[in-house]
């Protein structure tokens, strides 16, 4: 009994998702006459119905008192979650009781966050985005809608299962020199090609990483690049499972088959092998990749544990490689079946990776800052569940810095006058004013005889702004500010929004196939170790003889936005240090509820946490460290209200907020946040565990340097 709707204060529906029990529930309260057919219109018109009240109160609360309600219980023991953003009203529903008032509120600022992703300045408008989310033409609503609803499943399934969107944190796959050779092969024969191609169509690649699953194997970007912020890697991440879903239960028997050992007829003990005459490369849509067959008609040979070499020389490399990084999880290149498995379980509705999402990411350059910059975002599916993502700056971006930038000033100056300046008029000799005006009047005119209505509304603002014969009230320069910045947007949602889903531009397809096509060869060997390294990153293995008595850790260094955990595979066809079943799934409710545990309490400005549940033994610590690794003093933290934007990066960005707090205090200095939750069974003694704590930091600390870009 789930579900999120965004409405207008006119109580239209901008957006919904409802679980299958909800919709359900919809059916029974209004019955089955309205939905013969089970049109999505009808549907739509009912939640309509249902929330119209609740909506309609809302609104009148605003207006009458400025001031509404943002939760409470119904008498079926529904929780309803509110929060209103600019003219758009988000409503949260659970009905089963698994969702809590944090669970509700975390989903609407993610919900938020994603539309910002998709729409960029266009959110900043409220007639503008209820034109964006709410299409006139029904079948592009349909698919808009579904989209979003597909994300908002993706992010659920992967805050249950998965530890990084937990505590919403990018998570690296841990072989050093794996990566190191990637992004130097990304840097080279990847980005360098595609820009010094002529078939880039104007498209300047800034950005390329590869993601196997939801971990991030290597990232680069180019040199007159701005860096990703580690909220919107996140979100680029999320949108990737989205389109191309890890399938957790054929992964897991690959892990089990491929490492099960079988007595061969030389007597040496060779590796079962989950493929066959199947397992061949995957890609089938763009470049066919070649394979080697063994004498048998098999895929690959078969590799022995024995002292003579491997058969095949690729093989060879990739053990020394192994080596190198002295993974904790050591096997020997297994065969998986999982690339063919999954490959068609994603064959029903594929997307086509050749066409571009238009995404918008934060950025900052030496002309300017723009919190929403407009990106193409290609991804390219080397395997299932491998792929890599290409982020390249389009033609004419640089639009989109000045919009935003003649945005800010109209805010600023709209908030002056409505604080109620006297005078009415504006002083002209006003020396940012008048910068505006030579700015603004300039790039009118770059942009042509296309913008006639950003002309004609920027003039009659400079006649009642500047002009002697015509000086306007406060009132009337009030509307001509909200006119501007109306326009503004409208010429940003033209350029980036509404011509993405028109404009045919992009990089060649040919282009993008002789990229995937290098990609795959430099990882053909290392495709199945990736995938079964991506759910062994890291085991606890190597951590019991040090901290005897620890079950489980988190390290997160906020400042980077990474996170380092030992793997917790629940799943009853894998196998951990937890073992199978009830244990491993026991382990990971209780991880999860420290999680949520500490965020209250850091909410509350407390940055130590200590707490003794049953067998177990909690901690969680935050701290301040310099960039050369010396502790800082902490700080009394601020305290957050409960409807506040919840603690994680999705949703709101808590943690970089944090650390402009904490940096007034410390200019000189760069400022570092990390996170580290531990728990231990509850018969190691108190001291120890402290102990334990502390050297697990400093053990922990050397392996976030793996440098990001």
């Not at 389109?243 to 992964?251: A, F, G, K, T």
Request: net charge negative; aromatic share 10%.
């Amino acid at each position: 009994m789930k579900c999120l709707l965004v409405a207008s204060e006119s109580a239209e529906v901008l957006f919904y998702w409802a679980d299958p029990e909800f919709e359900q529930n919809i059916r029974d309260q209004y019955g089955p006459r309205q939905y013969e057919g089970d049109t999505y219109p009808a549907f739509e018109d009912s939640f309509n119905t249902l929330f119209a009240p609740l909506i309609i109160s809302c609104s009148t609360l605003i207006e009458k008192i400025n001031d509404t309600y943002t939760s409470f219980i119904t008498e079926n023991a529904h929780l309803y979650i509110l929060h209103q953003f600019g003219e758009c009203l988000y409503i949260a529903v659970n009905g089963d009781g698994e969702e809590s008032k944090e669970d509700l509120r975390r989903k609407i600022y993610v919900m938020k966050k994603l539309i910002e992703v998709h729409l960029g300045m266009v959110t900043l408008n409220s007639a503008l985005l209820r034109k964006e989310l709410r299409p006139q033409d029904t079948e592009q609503r349909i698919q808009l809608w579904k989209m979003l609803q597909s994300l908002l499943e993706t992010y659920s399934l992967l805050r249950e299962q998965d530890q990084s969107f937990l505590v919403e944190a990018v998570e690296r796959l841990i072989h050093p020199t794996l990566c190191e050779q990637c992004i130097e092969f990304l840097e080279r024969r990847v980005v360098q090609q595609i820009n010094g191609s002529p078939e880039r169509a104007g498209e300047e690649v800034l950005h390329a990483f590869i993601l196997v699953n939801t971990k991030l194997l290597a990232f680069y970007s180019s040199r007159n690049a701005s860096s990703i912020k580690p909220s919107d890697l996140l979100a680029l991440i999320l949108m990737v499972q989205n389109l191309y879903p890890s399938n957790n239960e054929l992964d897991d028997t690959a892990l089990e088959l491929s490492t099960q050992p079988v007595c061969s007829s030389s007597g040496s003990i060779s590796i079962q092998r989950a493929g066959g005459k199947g397992s061949t490369s995957t890609n089938t849509t763009y470049s066919p990749s070649t394979t080697q067959e063994g004498p048998e008609g098999s895929s690959v040979p078969e590799v022995f544990y024995t002292p003579e070499p491997s058969p095949t020389g690729r093989e060879s490399d990739a053990a020394e490689m192994e080596g190198e990084s002295t993974p904790v999880f050591q096997f020997i290149d297994p065969d998986v079946q999982v690339a063919e498995d999954s490959l068609k379980t994603q064959e029903a509705q594929p997307p086509d990776p050749a066409t571009p999402r238009r995404v918008f990411l934060e950025a900052t350059f030496k002309e300017g800052y723009c919190p929403m910059m407009p990106h193409s975002m290609y991804c390219l599916p080397l395997w299932p569940g491998i792929s890599m993502v290409l982020l390249t700056k389009i033609p004419n971006s640089q639009v989109a810095v000045s919009l935003y930038q003649f945005l800010e000033a109209f805010t600023m100056l709209e908030k002056k006058l409505s604080e109620g300046q006297e005078g009415g008029s504006l002083p002209r000799t006003q020396p940012p004013l008048s910068e505006l005006r030579n700015k603004l009047d300039k790039f009118i005119r770059a942009l042509g005889s296309n913008e006639i209505q950003l002309q004609n509304t920027w003039t009659d603002f400079k006649n009642k702004a500047f002009s002697r014969a015509a000086q306007g009230t406060s009132r009337e320069l009030l509307m001509s500010c909200h006119a501007m910045k109306t326009r503004l947007c409208a010429v940003y949602r033209q350029y980036f929004v509404v011509q993405s889903h028109r404009s045919p531009q992009r990089l060649s397809v040919s282009l993008q196939e002789k990229a995937l096509a290098m990609m795959q060869e430099k990882l053909m060997d290392w495709k199945d170790f990736l995938l079964v390294k991506s759910k062994r990153n890291i085991t606890m293995v190597s951590y019991l003889e040090d901290f005897p008595g620890l079950v489980h850790f988190i390290y997160v260094d906020r400042t980077a936005g990474q996170m380092i955990a030992p793997s917790l595979n629940v799943t009853d066809l894998s196998t951990t240090e937890l073992g199978k079943g009830p244990l491993a799934h026991f382990i990971k409710s209780k991880v999860w509820s420290l999680v949520g545990t500490a965020r209250r309490y850091l909410q509350k400005g407390y940055t130590t946490v200590t707490l003794r549940d049953g067998d177990y033994y909690f901690c969680y610590f935050l701290w301040f460290e310099s960039e050369t690794g010396y502790k800082l003093e902490g700080i009394e933290l601020p305290v957050l209200s409960e409807d506040s934007a919840p603690i994680g990066m999705l949703a709101g960005d808590y943690y970089r907020k944090l650390l402009r707090y904490y940096s007034k205090d410390h200019h000189t200095e760069i400022v570092k946040c990390y996170e580290l939750l531990t728990i231990h069974l509850g018969v190691i003694p108190t001291d120890y565990i402290l102990q334990h704590c502390c050297e697990l930091a400093k053990k922990l600390w050397e392996p976030t340097r793996i440098p990001l870009l």
